[in-house]
């Protein structure tokens, strides 16, 4: 299919846009059309340029009349044209944009987007947006509804813009031939079709047209999750461990492994371990979804499975989304098994402990890692239990290749990230579900204030009078900028100012600065140095979210906290309160009414799971403006809160199953490849 196209093939593009655009993840011309715009712009307002007035955003269409470069004593350089038609004439102003005069030419005719500014009794415009028209052509850039995309790794809106529209005009038919949803199922959820969808999600005619695209490609996003989840879910049903794993016979050494254990098991952390034992003793992988708070005991749940696994003779990976969150699980896991002959390792792209001298794979009993545990050249005989945390970090494909480092190997799935058992229950529909819903006892609330521009600096005042009276160690968390869900260097250059900013203010503290553009052996050092106290302040991007463990740390400062979600905020404020200390958790924003009362309520509230109802409540987990750092990034559109709309899904996907097959070849059969790769049983 000419879709599948790689999109390096796309006709006059540079190897520097290319390269942006793989590292956006689209590699086809079918992923850059489903790179949807984050937002319209109404640019059909058009009027004659005799009619328009100072102050107005509109759309003028004209005939060049004169095309000049000027310079400024300064040495700026400044390009103005005078565009003219039947009605009038205006000057249109450009700076520093030399490359207008081998682009644009006298005679040639022209469109432009901006505002109108009168200058005595001189209208004239600096363009927002131009292009050359002509009187047969589609414009793509003024006088419509113009979408705007993420201003990502580089790439200006107008170049996806242009690129977009190149392939909806020379793959029509490719793009009508794309409908995967019979007839019947059409009208049964009153969507349109895809390619009507997919022209209109990008160059609509109208915002009715937007709206009717929108439903229907968030429409496919639950549909192809929930019968993807189906497929896998009948595929799971058919396998068979290679090992039965016994619990009875070893029920002497797990009890004393508990009782030897630094704290006393929670009732909710014994009943999902419970729930997680009956699993493993039977003869179908076990495929449970753990879901607990931040500090609820979730990796001493693990521990005890793998703990069983080991005395069954066989081995457990645990694989982490970043190598900090790795190293804090090999830290924990060896400090558990310490009086027990249980052999932990840890291995990540800068810590590869699993080969021994001879360049073999050396023995242990838990390997704890990031994706690197994925890589061929790691072989393993004897995996029998996978466990996978914060595992909506991680792809499907990344999931099943590390399950495919063992025979059927029973499969943990983790995460403290809140998520509402509705929610959980359509998103992992394949998984069977555990909740850890109950904290130790005794743990102190971490108390929350919104702190407003005015009380900041007596804030500043109170941290250093904790840190030099009580040693107390601070967190200051800086947040992603950019509209994408990566760390870009516009990120960490706001984190750097803002580290130089509190060096100046904490004169006589020790202050650090972490973030992801920093090397690996880098971050251990910068974290070595604060849990051994030598730091007292780290000044983060939300590289901490999850995965450090300070006890000493007490006080977290989040920077611009109206831009995270409340999920989000929870897993931050988690980072401190892991020891006696009274902990605290202070709320910078600069954004006054607008969000106060979504965080006076993160304030007061310290449950994670209310957090989040009330967060997908009030935002939604998706919506046509990004996925909003719900974490869920392959759903870009789907509303996963609104139970009709999942109901109409599940409803169709009842109604495929029963009355339509997929078949080698197809459209639905490449769309579930896609989103499940190598878990859908091929049929």
Known sequence: MLLDTPINELPRTSARTIQRLQALEIHTYYDLLHYYPSRHDDRSLASPIGSIQAGEKVTISGTIQSLKNNFTKRGFKIQTAKLADDSGSINLVWYNQMYLMRTLQEGMKLAVYGEVEQFGKIKQMKPQEYEIVSDEGERIHTGRLVPIYALTYGISTKTIREKIFWILQNLKEEI???????????????????????????????????TQAYNRLAFDELFIRLLASRKVKEQWDTQVVSKKFKVTSFESDINTFKKGLPFKLTDAQQRVIDEITKDLQSKKPMNRFLQGDVGSGKTVVAAIAAYIAKLNGMQTLIMAPTEILAQQHYQTLSALFDKTDVTVALHTRSHRTLVDSKGKNAHYDIIVGTQAL??????????????????????????????????????????????????????????????????????????TYVINKEKRNDCYVWIQKQIQKHKDQVYVVYPLIDESESETMKTVKAAAKEFEELTKIFKTESVALLHGKIKSKDKETIMGKFKDQTHDILVATSVVEVGVDVRNATIMLIEGAERFGLAQLHQLRGRVGRGDKQSYCFLFTSDGKKSHSRLSYFAKTHNGMKLSEFDLKIRGAGNMYGTEQHGYTDLKLADITNATEVQRAQASVDMFIKEYSITHGTHIKKLLDQYQTNQISRD
């Open 176 to 210: 009508d031939g794309s409908e995967y949803l019979p007839t019947t199922i059409l009208k049964y959820a009153k969507i349109i079709e895809e390619p009507e969808a997919i022209r209109s999600i990008h160059f609509p005619k109208t915002s009715g047209h937007m």
């Open 374 to 447: 994925i890589t061929k050249s790691i072989a393993m005989d004897h995996v029998g239990l996978v466990v996978i945390d914060e595992q909506h970090r991680f792809g499907v494909k990344q999931r099943a290749m590390l399950k495919e480092k063992g025979s059927n190997p029973h499969l943990l799935t983790m995460t403290a990230t809140p998520i509402p058992r509705t929610v959980a229950l359509t998103l992992y529909s394949e998984l069977d579900l555990s909740t850890i819903d109950e904290m130790p006892k005794g743990r102190k609330l971490i108390k």
